[in-house]
């Protein structure tokens, strides 16, 4: 009895397996060469291409060493909320329910890549002085990373744009209502930040009603060598 319900079992399998490779042929796979290499005893060999290899936070390349990856993205409208990556850690984020509307910033230890605090401020109805009060007495070598959702630009006042721009901005200046920008400067850099992005909300362009597109920025960035005591 056992025998016999093995043997329908056997069967069964096989039936299904020729079914399979019948159906493959006729649909214009190679189902005649499985099917000479099952019977030759020959191992079946998939040509599978690779998948790209991906680094820390999404890099198509790791960073050298003494470097940190990083990888921005800045809020689409006023539904999805930006994210900042560090290190393939994921410093802001909605799921991590830590984002706000305006200006979503995290600072890191320009020295150790150690994050030292994140917070968000309301560019909307939001106090200014509390981001003022943020940004004035970083340390020298500190890293700001800076992803904008909805609104960035309203509460912005003439201290606050000079103090980003001291960081290293060009585009916070002109940094306008619900414009997406995404950003990483440092406390006392001598020149201009490489990594900096910016769309303008404009109604011939905006890929949402009322915003432009969301940014994505990635990269990698050096670590500062210890101030000599």
Known sequence: MRFAVTL???????????????????LGGDGNSLIRMLFSGK????????????YKCGLSAPCPPKHLAFRLTSGAAN?????????DKILVSSAKNNV?????IAL???????????KAFDMWVGDVSELLKF?????????????????????????ARRLFEELGSTAAKELSFRDSWVFVGAKGIENKSPFEQRMKNSKSS????????????????????????
Do not use: Q
């Open 8 to 26: 329908r079992a056997v069967a069964l399998v096989l039936l299904l397996g020729f079914t399979w490779l019948l159906a493959n042929s006729m």
């Open 43 to 54: 191992d079946v060999i998939y040509d599978i291409e690779p998948r790209p290899r991906k």
């Open 79 to 87: 539904v999805i909320g930006p994210k900042i990556c560090l290190e």
């Open 100 to 104: 706000g509307r305006g200006l979503n």
């Open 108 to 118: 890191v230890n320009g020295v150790s890549g150690d994050v030292l605090e994140i």
């Open 135 to 159: 940004l004035r007495p970083l340390h020298e070598g500190t890293l700001v990373f800076v992803a904008s959702f909805d609104d960035p630009a309203t509460k912005l006042n003439d201290e």
């Open 206 to 229: 905006n890929k949402y009603e009322g915003w432009p597109e969301s940014l994505e920025m990635d990269g990698c960035i050096p670590l500062r060598a210890p101030l000599e005591t």
